[in-house]
């Protein structure tokens, strides 16, 4: 089963918010004599950007004018994207084409930021121009510099789509914008990802309300986001549906991203559920290695000689095993209907094999109870050993 992705694009224009160029004309024109030979990965961007500047700034400076100057909008295939790529796919493509559309920006942007040691995330969701909200879902990414969150988007910094061609120009409205100031265009989908204390609602973007409103419920969006960051991806997805279902599922948008975070939980679900189910198969084949050896010890009639206590124990074990196998088997949740088959299988094959050994077990403790020399008369019977393994 394929990962979830849900599309991204957008078309985009120029608006008014925003920082302006801060004097950042010497780090742009260092990245701009950036060799072509620094630029085929991004590890090498990365490498450039750390031997060249020095504060976190001037670094994510460098990783935005880079993106947004040397990748270019490509509209020709803006439907056409293949999101079965995986991230570092659509990055060497797109440092290799210098073409791509929002979630290529949004990949590069995020991958060298990580590199060069800056916190940074992609965020999805959708957007709004002109009072118009676009019907096509976006990605931008979010930073942390100087213990402050800000948000960049390198593809709507890049430049602007205009009768169906892009033309390159930077926007800095779009390099470090205030998370008050960009909800005004950008809503995502999870409002973990506004950093604001008061996030607005779907409908309140869709109204034009993005002004604080310090009346709502206080949400600690730095609690949670460390709080994010120790949860395992199914427990990160979880959470994230449950915010994105509470601020209002109202467009086809959300819907999308809703269930494709609900499907990719089932999925992370089923191969989770598979891995226990496998490591229960290889406790299964542990128990049945000891209990063969146990057979083949009661057919030479317990020799060479070991104690009682011993034998006891060399019983227990794989009794021991078993049921824990037993136990753990009919915990399992949801593995596929492609796996159902192997899971009953496999609990017959439990309770068969514990049967067995339950009635070596009852021999051993009658075996134990007598003398030594009733004990010589009690082997009769050969038993086949060689339980099969699952």
Known sequence: ????????????????????????????????????????????????????????????????????????????????VNFNETPQEQIMKTLKTKKGVCI????????????????????????????????????WCAAKIDDKWYLFDPTWGSGYVNNGKFLKKLNENYFKAEPTKLISSHIPF????QFLNYPITNNEFYAGITQINKSKKY???????SKYNTLSEIDKLFDSAVRIEKNGVINAMILERLEGKKKEITYLRHNSNVDRLNAIVNDYNEAVILLNDFVHYRNNKFK????????????????????????AIYTIGSIGTENSSNLTS???????????????ELFVQEYLSKSKNVRKTMFTKVFWFGVPLN
């Open 1 to 80: 089963m394929k990962n979830i992705y849900l599309i991204l694009s957008f078309f985009f224009t120029l608006l008014s918010f925003g920082q302006v160029n801060a004097g950042y004309a010497l780090i742009d024109k260092k990245m701009s004599n950036i060799s072509t030979s620094s630029t085929n990965s991004t590890e090498a961007i990365a490498n450039y950007i750390n031997a060249n500047f020095k504060t976190d700034a001037d670094k994510i400076r460098a990783v935005f004018y880079w993106t947004a100057s040397n990748i270019s909008y490509d509209v020709a295939n803006m439907f056409t």
């Open 104 to 139: 290529h920006y949004a990949e590069v942007f995020n991958d060298i930021s990580n590199k060069i040691g800056i916190q940074s995330y992609i965020i999805e969701g959708y957007t709004k121009q002109y009072g118009k909200v676009a019907n096509l879902a976006h990605a």
């Open 190 to 193: 999870d409002y973990l990802w």
């Open 219 to 225: 949400f600690s969006f730095e609690s949670e986001i």
């Open 304 to 327: 060479p000689t070991l104690s009682d206590d011993e034998i006891n124990n060399m019983i227990q074990a794989p009794i021991e095993k078993l049921a824990k196998c037993q136990d």
């Open 346 to 360: 496999l609990k017959k094959s439990i309770n068969d094999v514990l049967g067995q050994a339950k009635e070596h």
